[in-house]
Structure formats: C-alpha cells, structure tokens
C-alpha cells in the first residue's frame, strides 16, 4: 500500500502532519508523532509581537492606560505566557531537526506587513523545512476595504517568499468575499500551498470576573464540512498544493478530504483529546479502507471527487444547498 504524497515540494511517507498546536514544544513528543506516523510537523506559532519588540516592550504597550480599564488587560498574552522568544524558537527548530527525519515546517503568526516577516530567512537559517504562514487578522477598521485586507495577506506573503527560498504555506480563514479569488491571488503571488481553515479563537464573558477571557474549543468532525467544500473548488483551479485542517479526528475524515483533493491531513485537536499515537489508528483506518475499496496508493485518490472531477459539480455549490433544506425531515 503506497501512502505517500506530495506536499510543498516534499516527499512525504504518509498524508498525515501533525499542525500547529503546544505539542509541539516538547521534542520528546515531536519524536513520538514521527514514531506514531507523522510525516512532517507543523511546529507551534511564533507571532509577529514576539519579534517587532522585547517582551518588556510588548507589556508596556498593551498594558499603558489599562488601570481604567480592567478588561483590556486580557486583550494580550501577558510576557511571561508566551511560549517562547525569538531565539529560542530558532533553537528549538535546530533541536527538532536533530531529533526526528520527518520535514520540520516552522510557524509563523502575524497580520500586517512589516519588518518582522524577514525573520522568515532566520526560519531556513535554523534549518526548517518550510514556513507555515499564519495570517490571523480581525479587522476593526470600519473604513478599510475588503480589497486593503486582501492586499495585506499578498503583501505579507510576498515579504516572506522574498525573504527565503524554502517552500510557503499560507494559512487562512474562511472570511472573504470571493475565496477562488483570494486564492488565486495568494496563488499567483507564490504560495506554495493554501492551509484551510484556521479556525479563530472567540473571546467569552466571565460573568463573575466581569473580564473577556479567551477560550480555546477544540474542533469536531463536522467542522471538516467547511474545508471539504472549499478543497473542492479549487482543485485544479490554482498550482498550489491543499491542506486540509480543522475538524479531521477520524481515518475516514481524512480519506474524504484525499478524494475532494487534499494533498495533506492536518490534525491537532483529535491529538490534543486521544494523544500523539491515536496516528497510528487513524493509518490503519485508512490502510483498512484503501484495501477494502482497491486502491494501491494516496495519489490514486487524491482529487478523485474534487468539484471538477464528479459528475454533478453543482453539489459543491448552491443547488445542492436548496436540496439539503428542502430534504430535511423533522
């Protein structure tokens, strides 16, 4: 059974990479994921804060003028909180490189152009594999346009490939107007590959406290359903390569992304709940699945039911939405 792909220019042993997430910190566990059947690693995010300024700097900014206001102390980590500085990351892509064969795909995090996506180039220095771009950005600016918002994931894109020669992911939301578009326009400014979707964490009310508090909820199966759909449509619409994230806990969530045209399965929180090994039950499911249904390898599969590839293309789109509800029986 031949499970291996392609993904950014590298020759994977399997569709399985652990994404992004605090597992990574630790190269005991970044061994056990190789041991397990991952066949790279997305390492955790370092952000664009950590690197435009000391993180004494950082605190005096975000905490200036906060004594008025209590709930603006929760808008940012605090300095001791974040995971890591910037020479430490580097240290430990050094470290997990020695550690573990498996690709290593350094992380990372920021949401305007500017001066600390050249620390990109430090990335390769160190010896990672690739760059993960994370672009998180919550706009609040009633008058910036959706195209300004488009512009800056380009441009941020554009300052990181001219900062190094290794391969480029670009991680997304689902929120634009047009996403064949947007992708087309990361696409042809060269990302490597398009990750979808980051999932944005939402802040909640501590009614006791009377503070904003962040909160972390893991995915769920049915989260894939948004991927799914938008992996579909745009195989075979841009070069780049597609990653699938957010919602893949089971074999069975990964083999249908391979079909609709994933070149990799990313999995955090299905980790995160059953621990770095359940990879080796997810690999057996698909190996189970692959045999009962004859297919000799991965690549076989990929794409095999992407938009362009069914007979009924529609079932991506509008129609098939009028038949779910008109179906639905309570």
Not at 53 to 74: C, I, M, R, V, Y
Not at 80 to 89: D, L
Not at 312 to 318: G, K, T, V
Request: charged letters at 25%; aromatic letters at 10%; hydrophobic letters at 40%.
């Amino acid at each position: 059974m031949d499970l291996t792909t392609t993904y950014l220019g590298l020759n994977l042993k399997s569709p399985l990479v652990v994404s992004a997430s605090p597992l990574s910190e630790d190269l005991n566990n970044i061994r056990k994921m190789e041991d397990a059947g991952a066949s790279a690693v997305v390492l955790y995010s370092l952000f664009e804060e950590q690197i435009i300024g000391e993180q004494k700097e950082l605190d005096f900014h975000t905490t200036a003028g906060t004594h008025s206001f209590a709930e603006a102390l929760t808008y940012f980590p605090e300095p001791g909180e974040y995971r890591a500085g910037p020479e430490k990351y580097l240290e430990h892509i050094r470290k997990a490189k020695e550690a573990v064969k498996i690709p290593i795909i350094a992380s990372l995090n920021g949401s305007k152009p500017g001066s600390w996506t050249k620390f990109a180039k430090d990335f390769q220095q160190a010896g990672a594999d690739a760059i993960e771009l994370n672009i998180y950005n919550i706009p609040t600016d009633s008058n910036q346009s959706g195209e300004e918002i488009e512009n800056s994931y380009v441009d941020i894109l554009k300052e990181v490939k001219a900062a190094v020669t290794i391969p480029v992911a670009v991680k997304l939301s689902p929120y634009f107007t047009n996403m064949v578009n947007m992708a087309k326009k990361l696409d042809d400014a060269g990302a490597n590959s398009l990750v979808l979707f980051n999932r944005f964490y939402q802040p909640d009310v501590d009614l006791e406290e009377l503070v904003i508090r962040p909160q972390v909820q893991l995915s769920h199966s049915p989260n894939s359903k948004l991927p799914m759909r938008w992996i579909a449509i745009l195989k075979g619409r841009i070069k780049a390569d597609l990653a699938a994230t957010s919602g893949i806990h089971t074999g069975y969530d990964a083999i249908k992304m391979l079909m609709i045209g994933a070149n990799v399965t990313m999995f955090c929180s299905a980790l995160l709940q059953n621990g770095i090994y359940y990879l080796t039950d997810i690999e057996k499911e698909i190996v189970e699945w692959m045999n009962e249904h004859e297919y000799k390898s991965v690549k076989q599969m990929i794409g095999s039911m992407s938009q362009k590839n069914i007979p009924d293309p529609s079932a991506f789109e509008r129609a098939q939405y009028m038949k779910a509800i008109v179906k639905y029986k309570f």
